[in-house]
């Protein structure tokens, strides 16, 4: 709240709006950067986050913007007078948005920016810093999914209760910390190992893969660089489609959460029998 409270600050806007929802754009949660006024409860009202809402229904792909120009494109398909009649009475006429992730499904996590008309349309410079922001959500986002669908720093704090197949590594490959779930992905051969303290994958293709995606995330500036390498692992001649769904995680740098210098993070989920 306090960072949705600052990006409407900051760009000069009356609402900054975080929300999301499944498949067929239903609303699980919507947060606000402050309460508006809402007699009639539009900005919680599921129904007009469907097909007539301007603003989701004109988003483009993931970390794409959209503005006022793609929200008229899509009015100018039919009138949509529903939508038009809550947006009249919150007087939030105009703002920017990012989709954050959208799955095939329908599901989505979008931010936004709400402007009235005192506000007035978003000018290059409010689009730029709202574009800013967005591309850092975007990456934010990709790491808590990598990490385990709940928070990574929770996960980091709690190694000895969580669920999933994750290991801390320092900047070198080495093992720091993994949950006890992974301690199991040693004791059979099921694509992964450790060479002393550095885990390695068993196939040597997917290895000298796994060590190049390592370089990179960590080579990468760590504002704008990359934070998540996603590939399948754990190919062998008689599972060649691997076991494992691989997500590799650049951490959060100056975050000491466990008390080592863990730098990525190797999360494995199971793949499907084909």
């Given at each position: 709240m306090h960072a949705l409270r600052l990006l409407a600050a900051a760009t000069g806007s009356s609402i900054a709006q975080l929300c999301g929802g499944g498949g067929g754009l239903t609303l699980d949660f919507s947060l606000f950067s402050e309460d508006r006024h809402d007699p009639h409860g539009h900005l919680v009202n599921p129904a007009l986050y469907g097909p007539e809402n301007w603003?989701?229904?004109?988003?483009?792909?993931?970390?794409?913007i959209q503005d006022e120009r793609h929200y008229a494109a899509y009015r100018s398909k039919r009138p949509w007078s529903f939508y038009d009649d809550a947006v009249s009475d919150l007087d939030l006429p105009f703002g920017c948005q990012s989709p954050l992730i959208l799955e095939q499904n329908g599901?989505?996590?979008?931010?936004?920016?709400?402007?009235?008309?005192?506000?007035?349309?978003?000018?290059?410079?409010?689009?730029?810093?709202?574009?800013?922001?967005?591309?850092?959500?975007h990456r934010s986002t990709r790491v808590e999914?990598?990490?385990?669908?709940?928070?990574?720093?929770?996960?980091?704090?709690?190694?000895?209760?969580?669920?999933?197949?994750?290991?801390?590594?320092?900047?070198?490959?080495?093992?720091?910390?993994?949950?006890?779930?992974?301690?199991?992905?040693?004791?059979?051969?099921?694509?992964?190992?450790?060479?002393?303290?550095?885990?390695?994958?068993?196939?040597?293709?997917?290895?000298?893969?796994?060590?190049?995606?390592m370089t990179r995330l960590l080579a990468g500036d760590a504002i704008d660089g990359p934070v998540v390498h996603e590939c399948r692992a754990g190919a062998t001649d008689v599972r060649p489609q691997g076991h494992w769904r691989l997500f590799l995680t650049r951490l959060p740098a100056n975050r000491d959460v466990i008390g080592v210098e863990a730098q990525l993070a190797i999360t494995l989920r199971p793949l499907l029998s084909a």
């Open positions: 603003r989701i229904n004109s988003s483009g792909g993931a970390r794409s599901g989505f996590v979008g931010l936004s920016l709400l402007r009235s008309s005192r506000n007035g349309p978003c000018s290059a410079d409010t689009v730029a810093a709202f574009a800013r922001v967005a591309h850092q959500a999914i990598a990490l385990g669908q709940e928070r990574g720093e929770n996960m980091l704090a709690s190694l000895t209760t969580s669920s999933e197949f994750t290991l801390l590594l320092d900047r070198y490959g080495r093992l720091v910390a993994m949950t006890a779930a992974a301690e199991a992905l040693f004791d059979g051969d099921i694509g992964l190992r450790l060479e002393g303290l550095e885990v390695r994958l068993s196939n040597p293709g997917e290895d000298r893969s796994l060590r190049a995606a």
